[in-house]
């Protein structure tokens, strides 16, 4: 399911509020420097050079970094919570016979192997015996139901131009690769043979003698698809993706695929009006779907079904899917452990269940309390910056405050909890169909909404992540229970460690209600213009900078075939600017704090000097070159050295703080560019 969600990071992760007492954590840990880099040429490995040699990559990692880093320690205290299940015998029904049961099956290797791929290939088969557009059509339906989004990706959620009611979705989806430069570019040629044979391996434990030739007939139909996928970067145009048609437009433009049966089968009723993303791009698929040989889109529909089963199936099957998307595409040398890889299972199918346990366990109220004080003082801060720009006009400004002023704040978790009780979980099925009976239980609840007013209580991280999010449709910032803990937020830091942590974590969300994408939206969470043309006008040439400066970047020179690879301004210019603005307010909201009272400096740091510190701290890292190349390609976040060296070099305060005159890290104050 695609929603708007613009977070701090893409590293969605479950970890510990009691990762260990805030009290034994340093605010600022000497340690993690290294001091023998000049902090005016290399800020980001000055103040992370010493974590990165204490915590050098292991083979499961393709990343590892200070998300990692509160994950490991998280994924032990789940565990316990779920092991305490397993105990208890819990009455069938419940959350606990749910989890557990989940949790028992991801573990149970001998009957997983003894299955091995024989409840998949069921679904298989039934595909295979498809004969016509309608009953493929169906199956497409029963796919995305259950596993997975081949062809195009449905499902119901906000109108942007009415953000109180939820309409039908429909947005470009189907790449086996993910994005569509790895069909297209030259230098990705290894990644497409890799693609081919992980699934001439999966096609060959179905039993199937052409597997092969199947397999290069998928990636040939999928390099067809890409050729007419829009770009990351077109992507992010609000407006230019969203494409309102009537349902008698979309199904008469669309009639290669037998709409009716496909809408019968998901059980989505009547409807008005459906929100196309990229209609272009679906003429091309649905003109695929009608003119290729249809041994080659059941052979499509069966790669789709084999990725999403892969992770619920015997050893021999993940294992040749590791091979390939771990192992080839990230850079990882060994797969998870069996535990780890299922206790992530029931946290995400049941995740307000288990996030429900986790605060009552690790998340004291009181965090709450500082943080909605935090929260409110960040408020105040952006509130001056907007009145502070020079480029913005009166009327435009009074609109940003308006915005402001009606953020929906969400901290820690949810008032009201998911209920869970009609999803039932039966060991005596597969692992895969209990996986796909979940897969169900949300689409059908999602689908339910159709129509519907949007529930604005409504959560779209769990508690028990490390993580946080800026939704435009409902003006909200959400920041969940473990965003609370070292070396975000701890208690027994100095004011400046935690503004320069969580402080910015609040204030780049809050940013993001006026980036790129954010500014589009108004105070109700409609898709409105509320900027005069000269402040639009003048908000573009000041972001184009900000592209500028990060699209000269190289992230990788030139290697044999491989051309150099340098950050794309333009994809990752959302975050960007939230993390400029984030900064940038926090440090604001951290001067306020001291009421005009400066602190003493502590450990021989300033007050904005620890701040800086702070910041990069929280975005120390360590990472494979496969992943790196992965991450520029498809993650909108910049790569951490990028979020602190790149960004710090436009703020006048940073320079201030360390008196940087010259170096990497100065820019001279004329090229200097300031969002918000």
């Known amino acids: 399911m ?72 998280n994924e032990l205290q789940i565990n316990d919570l779920f092991s305490a299940m397993l105990e208890s015998k819990a009455e069938v029904g419940t959350v606990e016979q749910k989890i557990a049961d989940l949790y028992t099956m991801g573990l149970d290797s001998v009957r997983l192997n003894n299955e091995g791929v024989a409840p998949v290939k069921r679904d ?40 109180k009611i939820n309409i039908l979705n429909i947005d470009q989806s189907g790449l086996g690769l993910g994005n569509r430069d ?107 779907f009608e003119k290729e040989d249809i041994e080659t889109v059941k052979a499509y529909l069966v790669a789709s079904v084999m990725s999403s089963a892969a992770g619920y199936s015997g050893d021999e099957l993940y294992a040749a899917y590791f091979d390939f998307f771990g192992r080839q595409m990230s850079g990882q040398e060994e797969m998870r452990p069996r535990w780890k890889r299922a206790m992530a299972v029931p946290n995400r199918i049941l995740g307000e269940a288990v996030g429900e346990l986790y605060v009552k ?42 915005k402001l002023n009606t953020f929906t704040v969400k901290i820690g978790y949810p008032d009201k909890w998911k209920d869970y009780s009609s999803l039932r979980i039966d060991p005596k099925l597969s692992y895969w169909d209990n996986i796909k009976r979940a897969n169900i239980w949300y689409t059908e609840d999602n689908i339910a909404d159709l129509g519907k007013e949007v529930d604005r209580d409504e959560w779209h991280m769990t508690p028990q992540t490390v993580n946080a999010y800026y939704n435009p449709t409902t003006n909200e910032i959400c920041f969940p229970a473990a965003i609370l803990q070292p070396p975000f937020y701890n208690s027994a830091a100095d004011d400046a460690v935690n503004y320069g942590a969580i402080g910015v974590v609040i204030g780049h969300e809050m940013t993001h209600g006026f980036d790129d994408q954010g500014r589009q939206f108004d105070k109700e969470g409609n898709m409105s213009n509320w900027w005069t043309d000269e402040d639009a006008v003048a908000f573009k040439q000041r972001t184009d900078i900000l592209v500028d400066q990060f699209n000269k970047v190289l992230i990788m020179p030139a290697q044999g075939d491989q051309p150099a690879l340098y950050a794309n301004g333009e994809f990752s210019l959302g975050e960007n600017i939230a993390d400029q603005g984030g900064l940038r307010v926090s440090y604001t909201a951290m001067q306020n704090s001291f009421g005009g009272q400066h602190p003493e400096p502590v450990d021989g740091l300033t007050a904005e000097q620890r701040f800086y510190l702070s910041y990069a701290t929280i975005w120390a890292q ?30 006048d305060t940073f320079h201030k ?20």
């Open 622 to 651: 360590t990472m494979r070159d496969e992943e790196v190349i992965r991450r520029t390609k498809t993650d909108e976040h910049s790569l951490g050295k990028n979020r602190v060296n790149v960004t710090l070099r436009n703020i």
């Open 124 to 163: 298989v088969d039934q595909i295979m015996a498809l004969t016509n557009a309608q009953e493929l059509s169906i199956a497409v339906a029963r796919i995305h139901e259950a596993a997975g989004s081949p062809l195009f990706g449905l499902y119901v959620g906000a109108d942007l131009m009415n953000s």
């Open 657 to 676: 703080a360390f008196g940087i005159t010259d170096g990497a890290m100065f820019l001279p104050e004329q090229e200097r560019v300031i969002i918000w």
């Open 2 to 73: 695609k929603k708007i969600l613009l977070t701090i990071s893409t590293v969605a992760i479950m970890a510990s509020c009691n990762q260990k007492p805030a009290e034994t954590v340093p605010a600022i840990d000497r340690a993690n420097f290294d001091e023998t880099i000049a902090l005016n040429e290399d800020f980001y490995q000055y103040a992370t050079g010493g974590w990165q040699k204490a915590n050098p990559l292991t083979p499961e990692y393709s990343r590892y970094g200070v998300f990692e880093v509160l994950a490991k320690n």
């Open 361 to 402: 366990k690790y998340f004291p109220e009181s965090d709450k309390v500082r943080m909605q004080g935090i929260v409110k003082n960040l408020q105040t801060a952006l509130g001056q910056h907007i009145d502070a720009l020079e480029w913005m006009s009166a009327e435009t400004k009074a609109k940003a405050h308006e």
């Open 182 to 288: 790895y069909y297209l570019e030259k230098e990705n040629a290894a990644k497409r043979e890799g693609y081919v044979q992980w699934l001439t391996k999966a096609f060959t434990m179905l039993g199937w003698g052409d597997a092969a030739e199947k397999a290069q007939a998928v990636l040939a139909m999928e390099t067809k698809m890409a050729e007419a996928f829009r770009s990351n970067v077109e992507l992010r145009d609000v407006t230019a993706n969203y494409n309102p048609m009537t349902r008698e437009e979309f199904t008469k433009r669309y009639s290669a695929f037998d709409w009716a049966a496909y809408f019968s089968e998901m059980g989505i009723g009547s409807f008005d009006k459906i929100a196309v993303g990229q209609p272009e791009v679906l003429d091309r698929v649905f003109s695929l």
